[in-house]
């Protein structure tokens, strides 16, 4: 079977395109909402349950989380529940995040440092990531102190490790190999 990001590369792809770039905000939080309603242990037992059909699933998602969707939002919701595809929901609200991003020109870069930023470093670190990525950054710092020194950066595919455990391991492997 297909892995569910792999199944829900063509769904977001097309629920964005419905959205518009006018109700990508509303469409973004609905599917946010309908992936936390398809996430909860009881509604999982009646996605996988033959005997509840697949407008009865689709009508539970749109009436707990529907809210902000229009009616092409609830009838793409009810084309997943056809499809049985409704399981693939949290990866859909993924993708579509990934997407509204890029068409919003921002990046969400995860900083996971040794020691806490402060305000400076957060906004130079910020600064010098905008210029390299040519796009609006916004920063989710998190400390480890494993780490040692230094810190780990991760924005989408690109991932930075300047991080002082990083570079024993690069050394210990030199002189190992």
Known sequence: MADK???ARPYAKAAFEAAGTARLGPWAQALRAAAGVVTDPRVGRLLGNP????GQLADLVIDVAGGGLDEHGRNFIRLLADNRRLDCLPAIAKRFEQLKAEAEGTIDVAVTSAVPL???QRGELCAALERRLKRTVRLQCATDPQL???AVLR???LVIDGSLLARLHRIAYELTA
């Open 5 to 7: 990001s792999t199944i």
């Open 51 to 54: 005997r509840v059909l697949p």
């Open 118 to 120: 402060s305000a400076a």
């Open 148 to 150: 040692i020194g230094g």
């Open 155 to 157: 924005a989408g595919d």
